[in-house]
């Protein structure tokens, strides 16, 4: 078992609609979670990040976190055509870093 | 703003040639990583390191070599290269601790003819 599972889409939404991005992980000792945002040809960039059950919002990026079902989400509220990417779910355990192997996302105007 | 810059964009390199592929970040960051990624694969940790002049393999460690003479150098070595190695090759850096963020360079895409 994968210690972190991402569908692997391509997910697609229409422009100004929820974008919503989920990801499971599988050791419940794990303790920071982050969301990546990869843009063909590019490297990862961080934009979310949550240690804490429940949810943090950034503009329009919301990371949910729930830690007694092991799964973390991404929505993105009033997706653009920039959106467009393939967003990678990351998980800390002990000193191990864990990438998912992401979600397409396109966002269609 | 953390800064970590890979020393080529692109690279092509000849069968059994030894590449040498540099990292270095700016904000003192004790930690270093080097990953490949490829289609369908996901991000593959190869090796990283938690200060100088030490080392731990990663995933898939084997045809690679690493070194950190400094802090802010990570460098990725494939002794002898092969086809199999085309691909992206990214390097990241973090600081210690638990429950920091990794911050990626560029990438270098290389490809192995």
């Known amino acids: 078992q994968k210690e972190v599972e991402q569908n692997s889409g391509p997910l697609s939404v229409p422009e100004g609609a929820i974008a919503s991005l989920n990801c499971t992980y599988s050791d419940r000792g794990s303790q920071s979670f982050f969301w990546y945002r990869q843009y063909s040809g590019k490297s990862p960039e961080l934009i979310m990040f949550i240690y804490s059950n429940g949810d943090k919002e950034d503009g329009r990026f919301t990371a949910q976190l729930n830690k007694a079902s092991q799964y973390v989400s991404l929505l993105i509220r009033d997706s653009q055509p920039s959106d467009s990417a393939t967003y990678l779910c990351a998980v800390i355990n002990g000193n191990q870093f864990y990438f998912g192997t992401g979600t397409s996302l396109t966002v269609i105007p | 703003d953390v800064k970590v810059t890979q020393s080529s964009r692109y690279l092509v390199k000849r069968t059994g040639e030894k590449v040498f592929l540099e990292c270095v970040q700016d904000?003192?960051?004790?930690?270093m990583f080097w990953y490949r990624q490829d289609p369908g694969l996901g991000l593959r940790l190869i090796y990283f390191?938690?200060?100088?002049?030490?080392?731990e393999k990663g995933d898939i460690p084997e045809g690679y070599s690493v070194s950190r003479e400094k802090k802010e150098r990570f460098s990725l070595i494939l002794e002898s290269a092969s086809t199999n190695q085309t691909s992206m090759y990214l390097c990241a850096s973090s600081l210690s601790g638990l429950g920091y963020e990794q911050y990626f360079g560029p990438g270098t895409r290389l490809t192995v003819t």
């Open positions: 904000m003192d960051h004790e930690n």
């Open positions: 390191s938690y200060d100088v002049k030490m080392k």
